[in-house]
């Protein structure tokens, strides 16, 4: 099981925090960060349900993370192990995931896909998505597989989309000349895009398209 402490930081100030595997006395609270980390327009019936959660705690333990600042729950983060191909890329938020309920769990899957990190607005400036989905880069090496995966939201492109293609806009914003606030930030958390998947997720920001990106483990 996973358990790190480490201190974040609130400006200058040294908060202590800790990454966790998740538990069903969490499930109340990891449904009310959704609540408040995805808001409208983002669909509701998206945040998880407990089914959902038992289901992350009860297949794939190790992939089921969160993170605690002073003692109160801020993030969570969800894995899956699924089996990839570079050359077959295109698919959907709901087929790899069964819909959130990862009953595609492979335990001999080549990949740990994340189905989702969320962080609760008031601490998303202390660094913990960051430190949450390096916690999987350690998940990946520990269990020797090939790649961290996942598909990043582009909740910028939707005021781009009438000049450009989402593919020309994931590549403005890997040069630089466009910050998008996910696709961005998994940029600066060592993530490489791959492609640009239709259909992702029903999403108006993004316009339905997400970004497939990777981490490779240096140590495979």
């Not at 190790?62 to 003692?71: F, M, Q, S």
């Not at 698919?91 to 769990?105: F, L, R, S």
């Not at 597989?145 to 781009?160: F, N, S, T, V």
Request: hydrophobic share 35%; net charge negative.
């Amino acid at each position: 099981m996973y358990y790190k402490g480490f201190y974040a930081f609130e400006h200058k100030t040294p908060v202590p925090a800790v990454i966790r595997n998740y538990t069903e006395d969490d499930f109340t609270e990891l449904i009310n960060i959704q609540s408040e980390a995805f808001p409208p327009p983002y669909p509701s019936e998206l945040w998880w349900n407990r089914e959902q959660l038992l289901n992350h705690t009860t297949l794939f333990p190790e992939g089921a993370l969160c993170v605690e600042v002073n003692g109160e729950l801020a993030g969570s983060v969800t894995g899956l192990k699924i089996d990839f191909d570079r050359e077959s890329t295109a698919h959907t938020w709901a087929e790899v995931t069964a819909n959130g309920y990862i009953t595609t769990h492979k335990p001999d899957g080549n990949t740990l896909y994340i189905a989702d990190v969320c962080v609760r607005p008031k601490y998303r400036k202390l660094g913990l998505g960051k430190e949450l989905i390096q916690s999987l880069y350690h998940v990946v090496v520990e269990q020797k597989l090939e790649r961290l995966l996942g598909a990043g939201r582009m909740p910028g492109y939707h005021k781009q989309a009438p000049e450009m293609t989402a593919e020309q806009y994931l590549g403005n914003v890997v040069s630089g000349e466009i910050i998008d606030p996910v696709i961005t930030f998994l940029l600066r958390c060592g993530r490489t895009p791959i492609g640009v998947a239709a259909d992702y997720l029903e999403d108006e920001e993004s316009c339905n398209y997400a970004a497939l990106m990777e981490w490779r483990n240096p140590f495979r």
